[in-house]
């Protein structure tokens, strides 16, 4: 007899948003937090590997205010002559708030709450099995189930650079661990939430430097919209090493030091923003025939691993970590689940965003990804948003929107670079 229509093995906010959401559609759900314990707060374990995005933006939210105040003479604004006019953020009580408001944002999935909705929360590290039928097992109880859906944190990419574990490193889930502001932060790679990071504590005064392999930050996008965003980090003051690796990291009394090169810089602390792979190791999935690829699973459109009762969405995809994105993947899947299996994912239309100043978004194609496929029957048609009246009231003239198209009218992709209040409040 079958105790669930599905089992979410979850760890992540992904897996609690497809747990609410196969319960609105009347599905017998069970979620497993691989977890022992069940306290909520801003360093629970049940939270620990999705928080440190929600800090991300708040922080980065104080450091846009202050970006703002330091420009406030361009809009004719002066300060009384008694005022230094010197402008200085407490971190540790920008911090604070960032833990109050991130454990606002997270009271609505404590256990109890779930378990109103219908939602079975059980806790505890679990694996699959066969035999002598399909079941995912946590402490000792064989949870049956017509199928089963795959929603565990990723583990971040950690390059084989000699010194780096010992040193130690913080990576962007994990940045409310830092207790202090550091005055020297050098990123490692050119993830999304590095380059949002290195801005942030940028703007709040640190010294930060970026290393890259490729020629440019964000070498996943459109190459003239990055180096868009490149240029204005390095405006601000950040210094950008591209085309460049990190051969050795050491600890020396209470600095760390990162040779790239033949330089050595000194810093306080490091940042790894090399991206994440799966974390799966300990399910036992090779026992019930789901395969891998480079470190991540082997999904087909509908999100079914090569075991048609396993499904998997979010970080397990691969690509970037943006939660709207893997939320679409679980309802996707879940529909899948709970209904015949007949929805297929579809990422050419879904819009994505990288926080930075200037912001880059993208929905569809780059214009290099285009030529590849499509040669010369691709057009490019660009508009820049100093023309905008908006733009120039709030000065704010950087950017341009690209569209790339097919001959035949169709539009591939759309991307966007522009500074923050333009990107938002395009009329």
Request: one cysteine or more; a positive charge.
């Amino acid at each position: 007899m079958l105790d669930y229509d599905v089992v979410i093995i979850g760890g992540t906010i992904t897996s609690i948003y497809a747990a609410i959401t196969a319960t609105q559609l009347q599905g017998r759900v069970a979620l497993i937090q691989p977890y022992t314990t069940e306290i909520n707060t801003t360093n629970s374990p049940l939270f620990s590997n999705t928080q440190g995005f929600h800090h991300n933006k708040i922080i980065s939210q104080i450091a846009n205010f202050v970006e703002q105040i330091h420009h406030k003479q361009q809009f004719g604004i002066y300060q009384d002559s008694d005022d230094s006019g010197k402008i200085s953020v407490k971190f540790e009580e920008a911090k604070k708030y960032a833990d109050y408001v991130v454990n606002n944002q997270l009271a609505k999935y404590e256990p109890a709450v779930l378990a109103a909705l219908g939602i079975d929360v059980i806790f505890g590290e679990g694996k699959f099995v066969d035999r002598p039928y399909l079941a995912f097992v946590v402490k000792g109880r064989h949870l049956c189930s017509r199928t089963y859906l795959l929603a565990t944190p990723s583990q971040p990419i950690i390059p084989a650079i000699p010194g780096l574990k010992t040193t130690g490193f913080i990576t962007p889930q994990k940045i409310e661990q830092l207790s202090k502001q550091p005055q020297n932060l050098v990123v490692i790679g050119g993830d999304p939430s590095g380059i949002e990071i290195a801005q942030t504590f940028s703007r709040l005064g640190t010294q930060v430097t970026i290393v890259v392999k490729s020629s440019h930050i964000l070498g996943k996008e459109d190459s003239e919209a990055a180096f868009l965003v490149q240029a204005q980090l390095e405006a601000e003051g950040i210094r950008i090493l591209t085309k460049t690796e990190v051969s050795q990291v050491r600890k020396i009394e209470d600095k760390k030091w990162i040779l790239v090169g033949n330089e050595a810089i000194e810093t306080d602390e490091i940042i790894l923003a090399a991206g994440n792979q799966a974390n799966l190791e300990n399910l036992n999935l090779e026992a019930v025939g789901v395969k891998f690829k480079n470190h991540h699973l082997l999904l087909n459109k509908k999100l079914q691993t090569t075991n048609s009762r396993i499904y998997g969405c979010g970080d397990l995809v691969g690509g970037y970590s943006f939660p709207h994105i893997a939320n679409y993947e679980a309802k996707i899947a879940i529909k899948n689940i709970l209904y015949l299996p007949i929805f297929y994912v579809n990422y050419s239309g879904i819009p994505w965003a990288i926080f930075s100043e200037p912001q880059l978004a993208r929905v569809g194609l780059t214009e290099q990804q285009a030529r590849q496929r499509y040669g010369e029957n691709v057009l490019v048609v660009r508009q820049n948003f100093k023309n905008i009246d908006r733009a120039q009231i709030l000065s704010k003239t950087t950017g341009f929107c690209k569209i790339v198209g097919h001959r035949n009218g169709k539009i591939l992709g759309v991307s966007p670079v522009s500074q923050a209040p333009t990107l938002r409040n395009l009329p």
